[in-house]
């Protein structure tokens, strides 16, 4: 928080007196670089972003390294975290696509794990190369092994709010799967707005009908990409309504290697500052996730797109010329 005790904090009725934010940064924020990152510098990412008060933070991904080659590393990733596992008060989640997947992730020890399906038939076929109902059935047996092993799991849906091939995607489509993914035994839901076309009313109205279809607010999380900058008016809604998980990426990193119109994720910084000024507990201490924020900026050669970011981050001073 900035030296002037800002924002100053005016509490909204309606609202959660506590968020979790599922820090997303280290696997969706990096996983569609073009530069290879070193493994060292992902584990001093997570690190940083675990001193900073963030308490479920995912770690990456056991996709085959040839779809996702930015996220190879994972067997060599997770035995560098083993000092924040073993303190049990941060989760490190990881993606699995399919049993190979699950496999190798609990043979590291993971201990939350999670699958990742579509609302949309294109996006499935692109990014699992299955259509919706196959990539279902290719999740039942990983779910349920995960859960005899008491491993809790997420399911992501992705293209909640609008698909770059087929455009509006209508919101009992979006149910059905999100109501088939819970039926899995999936202990809770993100809601990805992948291209990040939502709007507050879109977003409600999609809250409302998964909960008409027995999914509870209590299990939904939400993802928002800010492409055209509506990520916090989205996340507000969704507050509104008592979503209390809201997935963000340090630095506003992230993309999706499928989807070319996916821009960044909701930034965390710019989503503490607003949590911030409404008095909601995050237990995020935002001048040491600004500085993580600016380190990786600096090992990725630009600046972060964050706008809290940059405004509480001094400009560089100006070379002094003499005559």
Known sequence: ?????LPMKVPAPGLPARVRIHEVGARDGLQNEK?????????????RLAAA???????????????????????????????IAETREVS????????????????????????????????AARNLNRTVDESLAMFEPVVARAKAEKVHVRGYLSMCFGDPWEGAVPVAQVVKVAKALMDLGCDELSLGDTIGVATPGHVRELLTALNDSAVPTSSIGVHFHDTYGQALSNTLAALQHGVTTVD??????GGCPYAKSATGNLATEDLVWMLNGLGIETNV?????TATSVWLAEHLGRPSPS?????LTPPPSSPSHKE
């Open 285 to 289: 201490d935002l001048t040491a996730l």
């Open 92 to 123: 490190l989640p990881v993606l699995v696509p399919n049993e190979r997947g699950l496999d190798r992730a609990l043979a590291l020890g993971a201990r939350s794990i999670a699958v990742f399906g579509s609302a949309t038939e294109t996006f």
């Open 248 to 253: 963000a990426s340090a630095g506003g990193l």
């Open 53 to 83: 008060g963030l308490t479920t933070i995912e770690a990456t991904s056991f996709v085959h390294p040839k779809w996702v080659p930015q996220l190879a590393d994972a067997e060599t990733l997770l035995p560098l975290l083993d000092d």
């Open 35 to 47: 530069e290879t990152v070193p493994t060292e510098v992902k584990a001093e990412f997570i690190h």
């Open 1 to 5: 928080m900035s030296a002037q005790g």
């Open 307 to 311: 706008r809290t970011v940059r405004a």
